[in-house]
């Protein structure tokens, strides 16, 4: 596990690992000369938006959590909010562009387009599975934030 992720494990609460999360994340985008816009108020569906190549992106951010074998991360891909009648879950279909994950296992940061997003949660594997499968896999690689990114930046020319 990285330096950053042996502090990200050190948060207990739920709400700072979200907000360590989405600071990541927003450092990610800055450090690769990507303007980052946050929205004015905290109810919005999306956590914050991008601009690349005059084109702008709603985010979410999201934590990806190991799973027991620990050769997949997931994350969930619907908002659960607390109400006075209880929890009431919401998926993110027209509201937001691409969710943005940190796994802090590998220090690994993936951008994955809504449209190619599992309903409820999502699992991106990083370790052969035991079987051979290979169809419906989501391989970390795919989703890494340079290569999405890459395809995203239009070539320039002059």
């Given at each position: 596990?990285?330096?950053?992720?042996?502090?990200?494990?050190?948060?207990?609460?739920?709400?700072?690992?979200?907000?360590?999360?989405?600071?990541?994340?927003?450092?990610?985008?800055?450090?690769?000369?990507?303007?980052?816009?946050?929205?004015?108020?905290?109810?919005?569906?999306?956590?914050?938006?991008?601009?690349?190549?005059?084109?702008?992106?709603?985010?979410?951010a999201?934590?990806?959590?190991?799973?027991?074998?620990?050769?997949?991360?997931?994350?969930?891909?619907v908002?659960t909010?607390?109400?006075?009648?209880?929890?009431?879950?919401?998926?993110?279909?027209?509201a937001?562009?691409?969710?943005?994950?940190?796994?802090?296992?590998?220090?690994?940061?993936?951008?994955?387009?809504?449209?190619?997003?599992?309903?409820?949660?999502?699992q991106?594997?990083?370790?052969?599975?035991?079987?051979?499968?290979?169809?419906?896999?989501?391989?970390?690689?795919?989703?890494?934030?340079?290569?999405?990114?890459?395809?995203?930046?239009?070539?320039?020319?002059?």
């Amino acid at each position: 596990m990285t330096d950053t992720g042996n502090h990200f494990a050190e948060l207990k609460e739920t709400q700072k690992r979200g907000q360590a999360t989405e600071a990541l994340l927003k450092a990610e985008f800055v450090v690769r000369d990507i303007p980052v816009l946050v929205p004015e108020y905290d109810n919005e569906p999306y956590d914050f938006v991008v601009e690349i190549d005059d084109s702008f992106y709603k985010i979410q951010a999201k934590t990806a959590y190991p799973d027991a074998n620990n050769e997949t991360v997931y994350f969930e891909t619907v908002s659960t909010r607390a109400r006075s009648d209880g929890y009431v879950r919401s998926g993110y279909e027209e509201a937001i562009d691409f969710f943005a994950v940190h796994n802090p296992e590998l220090g690994e940061y993936y951008l994955i387009p809504i449209e190619e997003a599992a309903d409820g949660k999502m699992q991106i594997r990083f370790v052969e599975p035991k079987n051979n499968q290979r169809k419906g896999i989501n391989w970390h690689e795919d989703y890494l934030i340079d290569a999405v990114l890459s395809s995203l930046r239009t070539v320039k020319v002059d």
